[in-house]
């Protein structure tokens, strides 16, 4: 099983900036990919950015340029740096963790409890 805890969510205004972590602990394996989601009222989820432990990403285009995904793999956490944010930013953000064997098949689906992330003025 893993665990992953997210942390910085918050109030902020438009144009702010945030910084959301993800502690990610338990059975890790050395191949995995994180991400990040988010589900705003009546919406479904949908994908904000992903990185593997090689540190290939992927972002959504709503956020390109905007957010910066990283991790640090030492401590097994993951950030996203959220700038020029938008009241359509407005979501509970989920963090995200896909473990793979050496064939990249997956071996397990884990998700945060979310953070709620308000963009307003």
């Known amino acids: 099983q893993v665990q992953l805890v997210e942390s910085g969510g918050g109030l902020v205004q438009p144009g702010g900036s945030l910084r959301l972590s993800c502690a990610a602990s338990?059975?890790?394996?050395?191949?995995?990919?994180m991400g990040w989601y988010r589900q705003a009222p009546g919406k479904q989820r949908e994908l904000v950015a992903t990185?593997?432990?090689?540190?290939?990403?992927n972002y959504a285009d709503s956020v390109k340029g905007r957010f910066t995904i990283s991790r640090d793999n030492a401590k097994n956490t993951m950030y996203l740096q959220m700038n020029s944010l938008k009241p359509e930013d407005t979501a509970v953000y989920y963090c995200?963790?896909?473990?793979?064997?050496?064939?990249?098949?997956?071996?397990?689906?884990?998700w945060g409890q979310g953070t709620q992330v308000t963009v307003s003025s």
């Open positions: 990185i593997t432990t090689g540190g290939r990403t």
């Open positions: 338990g059975s890790i394996f050395s191949i995995n990919a």
């Open positions: 995200n963790l896909q473990n793979f064997n050496s064939r990249w098949n997956p071996q397990g689906d884990y």
